[in-house]
């Protein structure tokens, strides 16, 4: 593994670490080199479907692209990178488990909404703001709504939440 910082392809692994669910290994390396540490993530590529725009176009996959539209929503949010990290794995472990050499760019935009719904919902609303292109203050109000009401029904049920 080349270091980030200075390119020198001498690296030692100094901690090696798996996951809660045992699907990820974290290790920390030093650079022999520039003595600088740094975090790599070691995880099964499973083939995951192209996902086929609303314009008919096609793409690959990106986890990358999927926690990065996520983050924008989860911006300044007291949500951990643990928890987000989670979620884009449970989208992408549906995607794979779907079975499926393509998936509609709206499949993914509801999995992502129904993570963020259950991480924030100030996410949540940002998200399905742009994702469903709100055009009034109306729709803003209807998503709203729609959180409040999972809220308060879930409230009812489990006095703990």
Do not use: H
Request: charge should be positive; hydrophobic fraction near 35%.
């Amino acid at each position: 593994m080349k270091c980030p910082f200075c390119n020198d392809p001498d690296t030692q692994v100094i901690d090696t670490r798996v996951n809660d669910d045992g699907d990820t290994i974290r290790r920390r390396r030093r650079c022999a080199a520039c003595d600088k540490r740094f975090t790599t993530y070691e995880r099964v590529e499973l083939q995951t479907p192209q996902i086929v725009k609303k314009n008919g176009s096609r793409t690959e996959f990106s986890r990358d692209k999927l926690l990065a539209s996520m983050m924008l929503a989860l911006r300044k949010r007291p949500v951990t990178t643990e928890s987000i990290d989670a979620a884009v794995d449970r989208i992408a472990e549906k995607l794979v488990s779907l079975g499926e050499r393509e998936v509609p760019s709206e499949r993914v935009g509801e999995l992502v909404m129904r993570e963020l719904k259950k991480l924030d919902k100030v996410a949540y609303i940002r998200f399905a703001s742009v994702y469903r292109n709100f055009e009034d203050v109306d729709e803003f109000s209807d998503a709203i709504r729609e959180v409040s009401a999972t809220t308060s029904r879930r409230r009812k049920t489990d006095p703990a939440a």
